[in-house]
């Protein structure tokens, strides 16, 4: 009889403690990470155990965690990438829709600019077609401007991602670290729950890393960077925290603090959620905003050589439209030298927007990409008379540099910030020629001027009054000098002008060229200005600024598109590692409502046997009783 009661009431326990563990899967069916559990049976036997004696029921020899590390591990790795691409894809999408939409973009404004200045050269001395063109500028150069800043903006959100990653990475790292000391060396005999909430804190870490977690022999966890850097070993957590570039302030980096030194971590070595931005940083917000600098340089300085080649209606050559800045150099600041250096533009079709570093090997100059570390041809010496020219860049130095001092070369990033209209009177707009040309009234000959051009319109000469006579039908003298031989068809050039003649000219015949006077309606100069959106400005004079346009807002597009094609890839391999890890821990209600249902019987029996055991019991005592 006692051991009915004892089979019972261990069987009664047993099964008991299975519900419990069934019931607990089933309210966790939709708690991240958690990983099913199972209770081990195992026949509990009397001590003492001889031909004859019977069991003594039942014990629970294990309520063991459903889990393979392996699936685990290839989860954690889908994760981080998954979690790295999704940032970049965001953040791509986002600089996407600001160059792509007509709302924000610089096409539409852009052409709305040109479309003006088409119609100033259909009437040049219109007052409400040169206010259109002035206003049409400045909405242009502010959006140059307005775009620059949302991309500052957006490198503002990056420096908050990293200052809150930062955060985030070291309360995960501490408590996975002390998950890990409370675990101890044995994780067979940790609590599943507890392994569990160790788990799901290292997929989180990951998620803002990338990396992965290495098992030590008895089950400590240590956790590591995709690039290697340790940020758990065993019960010590490494500390995460931003720094400043040191050639970009205005931009924080990630660094671990190790025994009070602070060490840089490469961003290209980092996945997750801080890989992702840092990732957009580089390869996606830097290059739109040195190509955004770029066409705004080569706008400006094209536009600029144009109209200062014209006259405006005051009768005076024109001056900048534009106003915009120079290169943006910048000092490492860990230089120890006395060294400055000053950047502005030279040859636009040599104008590059990557970045370089500058550096001092001690006895010359070094230029290096900044991204891909490549080396830059240079000339010049670096002095005033000699500069350093670069990729389109001029740079002259002062001061003496140490060796191994760096400096950065921005040759375009920002620059669109600082775009904006030059002038503010509409009567400076330079619409007309700078000069003009005719013909005498007693002229015999057949010759008529035509193509009046501006070849050099920095030359001090270039509107004196000068006067070109025919001496005869063959040769020419200008303001008396001369003669000089002519042949039908010919250019005539001049104090930085030229022109042709059609027809032919006779002796005595005089053609005079002057400035073009105050208030003049022509629109030679104008219809230069309408063509310049069509130069060849870039790539060696084989990329048109329209051109370089629509470049920009292709490059945008493709890298968002590039992300997001390689997001909807990891997309499915992650999908597929998470299937094949619930396929093993997760919780399947079909599986414990059946598991349930048995334990219920199970229990239902037990209770039974120690029922029967009470009867027996009674039975004996009544017996006795008599």
């Given at each position: 009889m006692s051991s009915v009661l004892s089979t019972g009431t261990s069987a009664l326990l047993a099964f008991q403690r299975a519900l419990a563990t069934t019931s607990h899967n089933v309210a966790n069916i939709k708690t991240p990470g958690y990983s099913r559990q199972k209770v081990d049976f195992a026949t509990a036997n009397p001590q003492n155990y001889g031909y004859g004696d019977v069991g003594n029921g039942t014990r629970i020899t294990d309520v063991r965690r459903v889990a393979d590390q392996l699936a685990i591990s290839r989860l954690l790795d889908g994760s981080g990438e998954l979690a790295r691409l999704k940032q970049l894809s965001t953040m791509a999408?986002?600089?996407?829709?600001?160059?792509?939409?007509?709302?924000?973009?610089?096409?539409?404004?852009?052409?709305?600019f040109f479309d003006s200045v088409s119609g100033l050269s259909s009437n040049a001395s219109g007052s409400a077609d040169r206010q259109n063109v002035l206003d049409s500028g400045k909405t242009l150069a502010n959006r140059f401007q307005q775009l620059n800043t949302q991309l500052n903006n957006l490198n503002g959100e990056v420096n908050n991602g990293l200052i809150a990653g930062a955060t985030e990475i070291n309360r995960l790292a501490q408590e996975i670290a002390q998950l890990n000391g409370s675990i101890g060396s044995n994780a067979a005999t940790a609590a599943p729950d507890l392994l569990d909430r160790r788990d799901q804190l290292i997929a989180n870490l990951v998620g803002y890393t990338g990396g992965n977690a290495v098992m030590q022999d008895g089950g400590i966890m240590n956790v590591y960077t995709a690039g290697g850097q340790a940020l758990v070993v065993g019960t010590t957590a490494s500390k995460v925290t931003t720094v400043t570039d040191p050639y970009q302030p205005e931009r924080l980096q990630l660094a671990l603090e190790s025994q009070g030194q602070k060490i840089n971590i490469d961003g290209k070595t980092l996945g997750g959620q801080i890989g992702g931005l840092l990732e957009f940083r580089n390869t996606v917000l830097t290059p739109a905003q040195a190509e955004l600098g770029k066409l705004a340089i080569g706008m400006a300085s094209s536009f600029n050589d144009v109209h200062r080649q014209g006259a405006d209606l005051y009768g005076n050559m024109g001056g900048d439209f534009f106003a915009i800045g120079n290169p943006r150099i910048t000092a490492n600041s860990s230089n120890t030298g006395t060294a400055s250096m000053s950047a502005s533009f030279g040859d636009l079709a040599k104008l590059d927007g990557q970045n370089i570093v500058m550096k001092f090997d001690g006895t010359q100059w070094q230029a290096t990409r900044a991204d891909t570390g490549a080396t830059i041809p240079m000339t010049g010496t670096g002095t005033a008379a000699d500069p350093l020219v670069l990729n389109g860049v001029s740079l002259v130095m002062s001061g003496t540099p140490a060796k191994d001092d760096r400096f950065?070369?921005?040759?375009?990033?920002?620059?669109?910030?600082?775009?904006?209209?030059?002038?503010?009177?509409?009567?400076?707009?330079?619409?007309?020629?700078?000069?003009?040309g005719s013909a005498a009234m007693a002229n015999t000959g057949t010759g008529k001027l035509t193509g009046v051009k501006v070849t050099d319109a920095g030359n001090p000469a270039l509107r004196n009054p000068a006067a070109i006579v025919f001496t005869s039908a063959t040769e020419y003298t200008i303001d008396g000098v001369g003669p000089n031989t002519y042949t039908a068809g010919q250019t005539i050039t001049a104090n930085g002008w030229s022109f042709?003649?059609?027809?032919?000219?006779?002796?005595?015949?005089?053609?005079?060229?002057?400035?073009?006077?105050?208030?003049s309606s022509d629109n030679s100069n104008a219809l230069l200005l309408a063509k310049v959106e069509q130069a060849k400005t870039f790539n060696d004079g084989t990329i048109t600024l329209s051109g370089a346009l629509g470049g920009l807002t292709t490059q945008v597009g493709a890298a968002a598109r590039s992300a997001e094609y390689s997001l909807m890839a990891q997309q499915v391999i992650t999908d597929q590692a998470q299937a094949a890890r619930d396929s093993i821990s997760g919780v399947n209600l079909d599986e414990e409502a059946s598991d349930m249902l048995r334990l219920q019987q199970a229990y239902q029996a037990a209770s039974q046997l120690i029922s029967t055991a009470d009867t027996m019991f009674q039975t004996i005592l009544g017996a006795v009783s008599r």
């Open positions: 999408d986002r600089v996407d829709a600001m160059f792509s939409d007509a709302s924000t973009n610089v096409a539409g404004v852009w052409s709305n950065l070369l921005q040759p375009t990033a920002g620059v669109a910030g600082s775009m904006e209209v030059a002038i503010t009177d509409t009567s400076r707009i330079a619409a007309a020629a700078p000069i003009k042709v003649l059609d027809g032919a000219p006779k002796q005595g015949d005089t053609f005079n060229i002057g400035p073009t006077p105050a208030g």
